[in-house]
């Protein structure tokens, strides 16, 4: 089979895709709160429990995609997977998912090779967290045709990602990064909120191509 049959909407929206998605999605979201568990620990003791919902960037972004999944395994089951179900929350979450799991794939992967690149060594975890954070923001992208969201869920999802990014570097509670990376948390703020508008942009962008794709079809 062709590289195009494997990325079809077909393939992506066959039962054994998604089932396979949803459990790296799922495990990969327990292991990541894991990964935070000392900063959310560290946040709620020394500043305030309310900031908690902002520390875990990326576990988060793929908790929004295990929702993604579930509602297509839900539509796949009750053979409507042609006609999904709409509804507000669904394309909250779609828009949610879409921004921040591009946009902390490719955070997470920025993040590490700068450390790298200014000195950090190289372990098998940083290549495992490569691979997984590329794969959240394929994902996102790959999966632009099944999605419902339309502008407000964008305008409610940026609102978010945004304040997200308010906390964390106003507040102080952005995801501890190499050591190497310390003195340079000014630049990896500009990076991070120029990153967020990005995610944002192509979210609206992709919207665009699949309506377009949608009136294609009818």
């Known amino acids: 089979m062709s590289i195009r049959t494997y990325v079809s909407k077909a393939f992506l929206s066959s039962r054994f895709m998604l089932w396979t998605l ?4 799922f495990l990969g979201t327990i292991y990541g709160y894991q990964w935070y568990w000392k900063q959310l620990v560290y946040t709620a003791e020394t500043m305030s429990p309310v900031y908690l919902p902002f520390v875990p960037d990326s576990p988060t972004a793929s908790l ?3 929702g993604v999944i579930t509602y297509l395994l839900i539509d796949s089951y009750k053979n409507r997977s042609q006609s999904p179900k709409r509804s507000r929350f669904r394309s909250l979450i779609e828009a949610l ?3 921040t799991s591009f946009k902390y794939g490719v955070w997470a992967v920025s ?8 000195g950090d060594s190289v372990n098998w975890q940083d290549w495992m967290l490569t691979v997984s ?4 923001a394929a994902e996102a992208i790959l999966y632009m045709r099944v999605y419902t969201y339309r502008v407000n869920a964008i305008i409610v999802a940026a609102l978010w990602t945004l304040w997200n990014d ?13 050591a190497s990376l310390d003195d340079d948390i000014p630049i990896v703020a500009a990076f991070t909120v120029q990153l967020s508008f990005v995610s944002i942009i192509l979210a609206w962008v ?10 294609r079809q009818v």
């Open 22 to 25: 949803f459990w790296v999605n």
């Open 133 to 136: 954070h590329l794969g959240m």
């Open 111 to 118: 993040m590490i090779w700068a450390g790298v690149y200014q």
């Open 64 to 66: 929004f995609f295990t």
């Open 206 to 215: 992709l919207m665009k191509i699949r309506r377009l794709m949608e009136k």
């Open 166 to 178: 308010y906390m964390d570097y106003t507040v102080g509670v952005f995801p501890w990064l190499p």
């Open 97 to 99: 998912a879409l921004i």
